[in-house]
């Protein structure tokens, strides 16, 4: 083969992975392009470790993605220190100036699928010191254990301890929150635990403070169904494809791949789910112009096997969408962030119509021209856009 034809081929190769097809109204499309060879190249990696038995595909991507991490450092403005909430690790972060008056609080749960991810992130860290510059609040940004080391409940069951510590009279006294003025805030699976863990608390005799509002920025919310329009249109979409997505789901239960064989079929729900199905039917939850051009299918049930094996994926502690009726009349006053390119954007329009139905007050942030994870890339103008958004909403509603 002559060297022309080498290059010729290499670079044919070459464009051929680079290559992703945007939808037209996305800013920046070049920036996303390079994300998403840098998220794709990073995954390749990690599959290929793998397949010759070097590493779990998710403790590579953590690996490689540690370099994110910066230390609690104070500021002119904010006291960041790290402690134990309950045995969770958290930081907190303090504004620096007097204040008479009690503040407000915030409370943070960080995304990445329940296998990556960390309160130290720089992402989180500048997104936290934010918080505290806007708000003038004390912000608590939490850890907790993750897959492919520890499954549900475990994460679940970190944050909801590290929440109940954090909203004990005591602890709100020493860190100055006003207990009447205390919000919950998660992107992603972050999103998924804030749902989940601000149910729960509900109906927890132990907790006599209640929180004040929840925002959930583009949240995973179920597992029942994988064949929702969002799942189909973006399924192929950086920066979350839905093969990834349901590697992560099934990873926050298992580490056996059987389940994710059965969702990626959307052949997962069990028999016993049927009475569920209405809780997540995209046929009646979402509005007309996200159903466009698409045709229902409920979940096909059958195999009841991997179920029986992993029956978490059905617990509302972990798909908060699968709640009762009854249980979301009590919620906090709601703010959900979703995005049109995105897999888990119709999770998050479904919570949106069962909480108004339920007579929850909630604010629906559509992204027409959003991403998945779209708020972790400041160096993005629409990362900055939904942060905004977000901090805005958060300032007039805690
Ligand atoms: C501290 O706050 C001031 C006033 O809001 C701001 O101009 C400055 O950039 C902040 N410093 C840091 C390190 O964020
Ligand atoms: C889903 O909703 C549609 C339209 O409201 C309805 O016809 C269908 O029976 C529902 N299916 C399930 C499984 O709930």
Known sequence: MGRKTLVLLLGVLGAYYVYTPLPDNIEEPWRLVWLSVQFRTLQNLALFAELLGINHFMETLMFCMSFREVPPTSDENVTVMETTFSNVPVRVYIPNQKSQALRRGVFYIHGGGWCLGSAAWVVYDLLSRETVNRLDAVVVSTNYRLAPKYHFP?????????????????????YGVDPKRIGISGDSAGGNLAAAVTQQLIDDPDVKIKLKTQSLIYPALQTLDMDLPSYRENSLLPTLSRALMVRFWSEYFTTDRSLEKAMLSNQHAPVESIHLFKFVNWSSLLPETFKKGHVYNSPTHGTSEVFKKFPGFLDVRAAPLLADDNKLHSLPVTYVI??????????GIMYVTRLQKAGIR?????????????????NFKIGHRIKNHYLSWLNENL
């Open 338 to 347: 979703t995005c049109q390119y995105d897999v888990l954007r119709d999770d």
């Open 154 to 174: 475990d994460q679940f069951e970190d944050v909801y301890n590290s929440l109940k510590w954090f909203l004990h009279q005591d602890v709100l006294e020493k």
């Open 362 to 378: 909630v604010t629906h942030q559509h992204i027409e021209d959003g991403f998945h994870g779209a708020i972790s890339h400041l």
